[in-house]
């Protein structure tokens, strides 16, 4: 089926240590975002992109690097974990304006 | 004032029965309204997109008052399935990287 997939759906880290999200999306969509979702915090953005090999800044970017070098996939990287960045990412991609986001299913980050 | 703005209940409905619920935004010139439905721990999809004419789709009814800058969901004869936190979500205008607006949800809980 048609849609956006994240891997990996559930992680336990260390603190210190690195890992990449992968999203991948084939809707040949134009824009892709991260999001992070903490209790009682909402949907917050991380980084999104508006294209192949163009990112930029969300609300939230610290300690998070990103890079789309294909169209269909958005990678998340998290250098040096921190327990801060425990939460729930969600990957979304959106091809235009008039068209909401189609959300992957999510990956359970746990920093320890 | 939060962009986005919903009441974040719990609505408890018994089954049947009726509820709406409303999300309030600040920026006049947003033109694109969506309800998104979200289960617990899963990702947020969409349930309709909301229209200047107003839409309804089976039990599910969307209104939009530009006058007043909200917009509403109703659903009918309410299901146990139905239990969920509805995010209103809504664009914002000649922002980069066309990026949604979510609000943070209202919970629907359906009881027998």
């Known amino acids: 089926n048609a849609g956006v997939t994240q891997t990996p759906k559930f992680r336990v880290l260390k603190t210190g240590q690195s890992m990449t999200l992968l999203c991948a999306q084939d809707?040949?969509?134009?824009?892709m975002y991260w999001y992070r979702q903490d209790p009682g915090m909402g949907l917050r953005l991380i980084h999104y992109s508006v294209g192949e090999g163009t990112t930029a800044k969300g609300e939230v970017p610290d300690g998070y690097n990103v890079s789309r070098l294909k169209k269909q996939n958005f990678l998340l990287g998290l250098e040096s974990a921190a327990p801060s960045q425990t939460s729930v990412y969600f990957c979304?991609?959106?091809?235009?304006?008039?068209?909401?986001?189609?959300f992957g299913s999510g990956t359970r980050l746990t920093v320890v | 004032r939060k962009e986005v703005e919903q009441d974040p209940g719990p609505f408890n409905v018994p089954e049947g029965a009726t509820v709406a619920f409303n999300c309030t935004y600040s920026?006049?010139?947003?033109?694109?309204f969506f309800w998104y439905r979200q289960d617990c721990r899963k990702e947020p999809k969409l349930l309709m997109s909301v229209y200047s004419s107003g839409n309804e789709d089976g039990r599910f009814t969307a209104q939009l008052n530009r006058a007043s800058q909200y917009i509403s969901l109703l659903i009918r004869d309410s299901k146990l399935s139905d239990s969920a936190t509805y995010l209103c979500v809504v664009n914002k205008p000649k922002a980069a990287g066309n990026k949604l607006t979510f609000g943070g949800g209202t919970r629907v809980l359906v009881k027998p």
């Open positions: 809707m040949n969509h134009e824009y």
């Open positions: 979304a991609s959106r091809q235009g304006q008039g068209l909401g986001y189609t």
């Open positions: 920026n006049s010139a947003s033109q694109s």
